[in-house]
């Protein structure tokens, strides 16, 4: 089913009357939900218009607009509303009384009303909200509010206005060309719209029907090779979980020129962004992140802590799980490209040796627990919070403890049991039951019930708490140890760091080294590295310098503006980390090591081939 709809010129002009007047058709048909017209009438100033039509009911209602949706931010969307009217059926206005700064009362609305208010929107990017002459994308929560007391009510939703030749994609159930309906708000904002001239691919795979939404420029991508890299991200991953949990999927992607790279995840979608170039170089950049945006299908919006249910848009929704929801999710990243073939031993062993050196290299792994970094997510936003003595990242470090998770699970059931197992277990019997788990006391749960071993000290030291990772011990039974190689590194002289799809952030500057005494500043974004827009490739441009290239960085803060700035690099001794194999590596490390980066439990003969000696993982 292709559920990309053009409005013909016709249906456009008559809309346009019908906006203005009452109830339009949608909601004539079904008086009794709430619906929502969006009008897309002001792409030049980024303006939306929206209605919302009320049904008779009570004689007072409140609407609430998200403060946050999608990051784990408190964004205040509010901030963008330039007023909200309110008109009874007949045309009367109604009064309207702002209750706090994202709430709204609006009385007299007993017969049915017309709420009215205006947004601008001019943010791109998949966690976001745009509207301008090139297409519009909407992360839904960011522009529609919801009555408080009908939230879990069925909605209508309909745009108007819509350019030219501009098609919709959604994966919203459709009933007509620009109707949409949805069983409830939650469902609503869970579903990006794209609209606009998009390219689209549609493929059918294990069984699912899958749209491919490109917006970007042709010369930037090809969407064969796209959709060929996608079948095998998709079959690889439904025959981990082996489940399906969804008739058609639909991927929406941009490949902006400027800063890009970010996914964000929802039940039956995603929207991603990668930068152009990035995506000229190779299709990595692209089966990463959607490799970890398609599991989040099952890890968080199926598989999902109570923590976050039922959604508080009003304020932050604190989780202790985003080690396991994020993190974990990272773990089944590499696995679904293991999978599919589009890893190889080598490269994945690399990346692992990589993130050991990061969560290492920060301080802050022996203060903060991956639970109060998961707490913390709403503090990513603060430029202080990303230095490497105040925080760690739960994506580092819950993908590394799914890592050992998995080992640990083989090591406690001699290979006859693995994180996919650990996964399936929690599907079945949270997803498929209708039951949020608990939290790490979930995922724990999930793991001894699989394995029958006892892990509360794997939970207590490493996930709880901040004991060092002891990885050999881990790692021995795949017949791997963990070395530590200095070397000598160019050191620009500060770190930054991203916030999802934001800019990139100077987090810290070395006292007293040439960035600073070019005038470098913490807080400082990165608008241009080497005369290119800064981007998720903005790391690995900087760590291929060498010790006296001259470093251009065209910076922006509130206090300085925009400012260009150049100083000569200089470089430091640096500790990274590698996984190397053991001197003698047993042909039963070796078995469980081919299981292992198969993702898979061993199969009956090659776990009898012998069990003693080897990992003592705990
Ligand atoms: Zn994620």
């Known amino acids: 089913m292709n559920l990309s709809f053009r409005l013909s010129r016709t249906l456009r002009l008559a809309l346009c009357v019908a906006s203005l007047a009452l ?83 609006i009385s007299g609305v007993e017969g049915g009303a017309i709420v009215e208010y205006q947004i601008y929107v001019d943010s791109p990017g998949p966690f976001n909200a745009q509207l301008n002459t090139h297409h519009a994308f909407f992360n839904l929560a960011q522009i529609l509010m919801y009555p408080v007391d009908a939230r879990s009510a069925p909605l209508n939703l309909r745009f108007s206005h819509i350019p030219e030749g501009w098609h919709i994609a959604t994966p ?39 749209r491919v939404i ?106 202790r799980a985003l080690w396991f929801s994020e993190g974990v999710t990272s773990t089944a990243e590499g696995a679904i490209q293991l999978r599919a073939g589009l890893l190889d031993e080598k ?51 819950g993908e590394l403890l799914g890592v050992m998770l998995d080992l640990a699970v083989r090591d406690a059931s001699h290979g006859q049991e693995s994180l996919r197992e650990v996964l399936q277990w929690m599907n079945a019997n949270y997803a498929k039951k209708g039951r949020f788990f608990n939290d790490s006391a979930g995922v724990r749960a999930a793991a001894e019930a699989v394995s029958h071993a006892d892990l509360a000290s794997f939970f207590k030291n490493y996930v709880a708490g901040t004991e060092e990772i002891p990885w050999d011990d881990f790692f021995r039974s795949v017949g791997l140890r963990v070395e530590a190689v200095p070397n000598t590194v160019t050191d620009a002289g500060f770190t930054a760091s991203r916030n999802f799809d934001g800019p990139m952030s100077v987090g810290v500057v070395t006292s007293g080294s040439a960035a600073e005494n070019a005038g470098l500043q913490v807080g400082d974004t990165i608008v241009e590295l080497q005369g290119r827009a ?78 003693a000696g080897t990992g003592t993982a705990k």
């Not at 009911?57 to 946050?68: C, D, F, I, N, Y």
């Not at 920060?362 to 109060?372: D, F, M, N, V, Y």
């Not at 042909?587 to 069990?611: F, I, N």
């Open 23 to 105: 109830p339009s058709k949608s909601i004539a048909q079904s008086p009794a939900s709430v619906a929502y017209e969006v009008s897309l009438s002001s792409p030049e100033q980024h303006l939306v218009e929206v209605q919302i039509f009320l049904p008779a009911g009570a004689a007072q209602r409140e609407l609430q607009l998200p403060v946050w949706n999608a990051l784990y931010q408190v964004r205040d969307f509010s901030q963008f509303v330039n007023w909200v009217r309110a008109k009874d059926r007949s045309g009367h206005p109604l009064s309207v009384r702002e209750l706090d700064k994202s709430r709204w009362q």
């Open 347 to 397: 490269q994945y062993l690399y990346r692992l040796g990589e993130q050991i050196t990061e969560l290492e290299r920060r301080p802050a792994h022996l203060t903060q627990s991956a639970e109060e970094s998961s707490l913390d997510a709403w503090l990513e936003g603060e430029g202080y919070y990303h230095r490497p003595d105040r925080s760690i990242s739960y994506y580092n470090k």
């Open 534 to 611: 800064a981007g998720r490739e903005s790391r690995e441009e900087l760590a291929g310098l060498n010790p006296g290239d001259t470093v251009t960085v065209k910076v922006q803060s509130r206090r300085a503006g925009e400012r260009e700035l150049k100083w000569k690099v200089g470089s430091r001794q640096e500790i990274s980390y590698e996984l190397k194999d053991l001197d003698q590596v047993t042909a039963q490390q070796q078995a469980r090591r081919v299981a292992w980066l198969k993702g898979e439990a061993q199969s009956a003969t090659d776990r009898t081939s012998g069990t």
């Open 214 to 319: 490109v917006d970007a420029d042709s010369a930037d991508y090809d969407m064969a090779k796209i959709v060929a890299a996608l079948h095998k991200i998709v079959a690889a991953a439904a025959s981990w979980m082996n489940d399906r949990p969804f008739d058609t999927y639909t991927f929406i992607y941009h490949f902006p020129r400027g800063p890009a790279g970010g996914g964000m995840e929802h039940a039956f979608s995603t929207a991603i962004d990668v930068n152009a170039d990035a995506m000229k170089q190779s299709l990595r950049a692209l089966t990463g992140v959607t490799a970890h945006e398609f599991f989040h299908l099952w890890n968080v919006k199926r598989i999902r802590p109570q923590t976050l249910e039922p959604i508080d848009y009003t304020k932050e929704n604190y989780t």
């Open 172 to 210: 919203l159930a459709s009933s007509s060309g620009d109707e949409f309906s949805a069983a409830n708000y939650d469902r609503l904002v869970d579903s990006p719209v794209e609209i606009g001239n998009f390219q689209e691919s549609d493929f059918d795979e294990s069984g699912g029907h899958f």
